[in-house]
């Protein structure tokens, strides 16, 4: 293996690799089942390797899920969402993101959401439409700013506004709509 | 800043994505206005929900070590790459290709078919394409479900990690019209492919039997496990019929 190989493959390393849970994360939530996400995640390293010379350094976390992004949305394109149903998610590991004790201290109003409220979240968000879900995952999971969106998901910033408004409307009718059924 | 101006930068001020001069004329505008900050407090409430509740994807540990390992230098270039180094006889799939569509071309004329030319020819069409593997992973708890998920049957994904074979990957091809799984594993320097189907399905086994070396790529069939196995490679035929006894015990053990 030639040197200029080696080092490169431990730059990869050092630099794209530590934002693979923030691919994985994107690739699950666009794709909506485990399966097709490992393989998005799989097919946008092997990219983002074969890109990195290209890569000029700087913010590599919007680098690598914008090669994410556009993986998943030609993988999309290719397999028809009908013959993929959402896989049942009681086993997959979930977290909250990152950030959230500092949330959690500034919104004690906010800190207390049931198992119930959570999967009613996560339904709701799965059912929204592919460019409102995804501003809302880069926004809300990965806490990018809107630029940062921007120029992963290839859209104006107000763009980016307009789709997080419409978002979070839906989210927050189907969550106000929850809570009076129960 | 009116009610309309600043109910417009509502969005980018909970976000803090507004600028300083803006910043402060919303939240004068807050101060004065209940509409703007019953919005507000909607909003922030969603949100603490949103960033407390469990709802980012944890990647799964299998496939952070698998991506880990095919990054890490010490182990060697990524698995894509070293299949690109392992220096597959292009001339020689070139000229075969070439070859074998004289092959069809003659088969139109004479309705005569050489055994095997479809497996050789999927053989040398993965070798020399882009499109060698469609799923890249040596762990068969990725294949097998990647396999599952495009074909009606689930085929035994012997993982052979051993020095002298490897899994690498694995692909759907299309063999007498029908969806076929291609295992591919590396031997050595040889790329090894095993095509698997449920025995009593389509394509017909009879098409890769007794089949002679097609300009050097060898084909052997076998069953294993109530499947149907072809395995095809540029390999000699002792190091083939080893390959097969290793892959089928394997198999069949599961
Ligand atoms: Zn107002």
């Not at chain 1, 106000?176 to 059924?181: G, L």
């Amino acid at each position: 293996m030639p040197l200029s190989t080696a080092s490169r493959n431990s730059r990869f390393s050092a630099e794209v690799l530590p934002h693979g849970g923030a691919a994985y994360n994107l690739a699950r939530w666009l794709s909506r089942n485990e399966t097709d996400a490992r393989d998005i995640v799989q097919e946008s390293l092997a990219r983002a390797l074969q890109y990195f010379e290209g890569f000029r350094g700087g913010d590599a976390r919007s680098w690598l899920l914008r090669i994410v992004r556009n993986t998943a949305s030609t993988w999309l394109v290719s397999r028809p969402p009908a013959a993929h149903p959402d896989q049942s998610e009681a086993d997959e590991p979930l977290e909250p993101a990152p950030g959230s004790g500092a949330m959690r201290d500034a919104d004690p109003l906010g800190a207390l959401i049931s198992q119930d409220q959570a999967r009613v979240l996560r339904q709701a968000i799965a059912q929204l439409p592919l460019e409102y879900r995804e501003v809302l995952v880069l926004r809300e999971f990965e806490d990018l700013a809107y630029r940062q969106i921007a120029a992963i998901v290839g859209c104006p910033i107000g763009t980016v506004m307009s789709r997080l408004a419409r978002a979070r409307d839906e989210l927050g009718a189907r969550m106000r709509a929850e809570a009076q059924s129960s | 800043m009116n009610h309309a101006e600043a109910r417009a930068l509502l969005e980018a001020y909970l976000d803090e994505q507004l600028e300083i001069g803006d910043t402060v004329r919303v939240a004068a505008h807050l101060a004065e206005c209940e509409s703007c900050r019953a919005w507000l407090g909607e909003r922030r409430a969603l949100r603490a929900q949103l960033r407390t509740a469990p709802l980012r994807y944890r990647m799964p540990a299998a496939l952070a070590a698998e991506i880990r390992s095919q990054a890490v230098p010490a182990r060697g270039a990524p698995l894509r790459q070293r299949l690109l180094e392992m220096q597959w006889p292009r001339a020689l799939a070139a000229s075969v290709l070439v070859g074998l569509a004289g092959l069809w071309a003659g088969h139109a004329l004479t309705v005569r078919r050489i055994a095997g030319e479809e497996w050789v020819g999927a053989y040398v069409r993965s070798n020399l394409g882009a499109r060698s593997l469609d799923v890249l992973s040596s762990d068969h708890h990725t294949v097998k479900p990647w396999l599952s998920a495009r074909l009606t049957y689930s085929p035994p994904v012997p993982e052979m990690s051993g020095p002298d074979d490897e899994l690498l990957g694995a692909r759907v091809d299309y063999i007498e019209r029908s969806a076929v799984a291609a295992l591919v594993y590396r031997h050595g320097k040889h790329q090894v492919d095993v095509f698997v189907w449920p025995e009593r399905e389509r394509p017909d086994p009879a098409t890769a039997a007794n089949a002679a070396p097609i300009a050097g790529f060898r084909l052997l069939s076998s069953r294993a496990a109530g499947f149907n196995v072809v395995i095809v490679s540029d390999m000699s035929a002792s190091e083939m019929i080893g390959f097969r006894a290793r892959w089928s015990g394997l198999a069949s053990a599961r």
